[in-house]
């Protein structure tokens, strides 16, 4: 494995993270995720990303990784791992269970920490921006839970360039920097190039992108088709099945095409388009096998481009 300094930090994040988004809560397999989560330690992934709401049910992915840090991870184990979870999407009903108040992200941030059996997660976000509370609010409950020793650093998810920069100079004035940004970001979705890299990288802040694969569409899964068990599949899925369109299609095909040249798999250079930046510190990747996990993995040999094959990959995306 490899490891990147997160941002101007003294924390260094695993290239490869393994998020907890799908495949680890009450309807999955608790063994399968289990064992992927064996796997992804003993590879040298020590970053496990999760939220309040992963599940189905919301809640039940950090019940299930709770279970399994109190059963497999005993003793020192705790140290050599980075948890991070995160609030602000809709976690249980009323005023106090949405969005970025004081009130919500503490005691969202408590009932998570009870349900992983845990005194402390490395990384608490704020999930998403919110409109109708002050960002001084939102940044301040972040800064005062590090005060309060529940979480060692705090980051943002899904703020724009702009919410990032006023949202990054508030925390650097309460003394609790921001150490990360976790945007979604894919050779499919690229307004993070639009901006907020920049921002960023002027700030000293690290990124992990979300959804690299674009919910398993830049993998080979979709070629002919939409299979049975995958995500489109799935009421309960991300990937709709109206995004897997023939115009989709045919690029995937092509990009496809090209990472075979490259003695890649699609989903292997699409993670490895993604880590060329280096303003990017770890990229965030699901699995629902361990199967899948080592192919993800295998990533790392060969994350180096030609301008011939950026400029072939650039060709097919527009």
């Not at 397999?29 to 939220?51: C, P, Q, V, W, Y």
């Not at 095409?257 to 989903?267: I, T």
Request: some cysteine.
């Amino acid at each position: 494995m490899t490891y990147n300094r997160c941002g101007k930090s003294g924390l260094q994040l695993p290239a490869v993270s393994l998020g907890l988004w799908h495949n680890f809560g009450s309807v999955d397999n608790f063994e399968n995720g289990r064992s992927i989560i064996h796997n992804a330690f003993d590879k040298g992934i020590t970053h496990f990303d999760l939220a309040n709401n992963y599940g189905p049910l919301p809640g039940s992915a950090e019940e299930n990784f709770g279970r399994i840090l109190k059963q497999d991870f005993t003793g020192h184990l705790r140290d050599e791992l980075i948890i991070s979870t995160k609030a602000g999407y809709t976690m249980w009903p009323g005023p106090y269970g949405d969005w970025g108040s004081r009130k919500y992200l503490v005691s969202s941030l408590d009932q998570s920490l009870r349900r992983m059996q845990l005194e402390y997660v490395d990384i608490f976000y704020s999930h998403r921006p919110d409109p109708a509370t002050p960002i001084e609010e939102t940044m301040g409950a972040l800064h005062s839970i590090v005060q309060q020793g529940k979480a060692l650093y705090v980051g943002l998810s899904n703020y724009t360039a702009e919410q990032t920069k006023v949202a990054v100079e508030i925390l650097k004035s309460l003394g609790t920097p921001c150490l990360i940004h976790q945007p979604k970001y894919s050779m499919f979705e690229r307004w993070i190039e639009g901006g907020l890299l920049d921002v960023l990288e002027a700030n000293g802040v690290g990124c992990i992108p979300f959804s690299p694969l674009a919910q398993g569409l830049l993998t080979d899964r979709y070629l002919n088709g939409i299979p049975a068990g995958s995500r489109a599949s799935k009421p309960t899925g991300f990937l709709q099945e109206g995004e897997v369109t023939p115009e989709r299609i045919e690029k995937v095909k092509k990009l496809n095409v090209l990472a075979q040249q490259r003695g890649q798999s699609l989903a292997q250079m699409a993670l490895a388009w993604i880590l060329k930046d280096k303003r990017i510190t770890t990229v965030l990747i699901g699995a629902s096998s361990v199967a899948q996990l080592d192919n993800n993995l295998d990533t790392l040999k060969n994350t180096a481009f030609t301008k011939e094959e950026l400029d072939a990959i650039e060709a097919i995306l527009k």
